[in-house]
């Protein structure tokens, strides 16, 4: 019965969505291995609980200026706050979980 209440109280609990931005300059190779990089360490560590929005800047210069961003391809997390970025094709998923502050740096030993 206890098993049965907990099950319910957990799916009634609210998910929290990351919500990542990925600034990017066209269909580069680095921009696609960054967004590869992405969706694998978002699959093995947020458990469908994020969401991804890909930003072209050779489409949407603009929107550069809201995060401002200086160098591409760069991943913002929006939430949860506070606001974190890290530059580069994520390619180090230590770096990345450290930088979207996953896992602490600590106990990576850095």
């Not at 694998?40 to 809201?66: G, S, W």
Request: with cysteine; glycine share 4%; charged share 25%.
């Amino acid at each position: 019965m206890n098993a049965r209440r907990k099950n319910a109280a957990d799916q009634a609990a609210p998910v929290e969505t990351w919500r990542l931005r990925l600034y990017v300059a066209g269909q580069t190779p680095k921009s696609l291995q960054a967004f590869a990089n992405l969706k694998r360490i978002c699959e093995d560590h947020l458990e469908r609980q994020y969401r991804i929005e890909v930003i072209d800047l050779l489409e949407t210069p603009q929107l550069a200026k809201d995060d401002q961003i200086l160098a591409i391809p760069t991943l913002v997390r929006k939430l949860p706050e506070p606001v974190r970025k890290i530059i580069g094709d994520l390619s180090n998923t230590e770096r990345v979980l450290v930088g979207l502050n996953l896992i602490s740096a600590a106990k990576t030993g850095a």
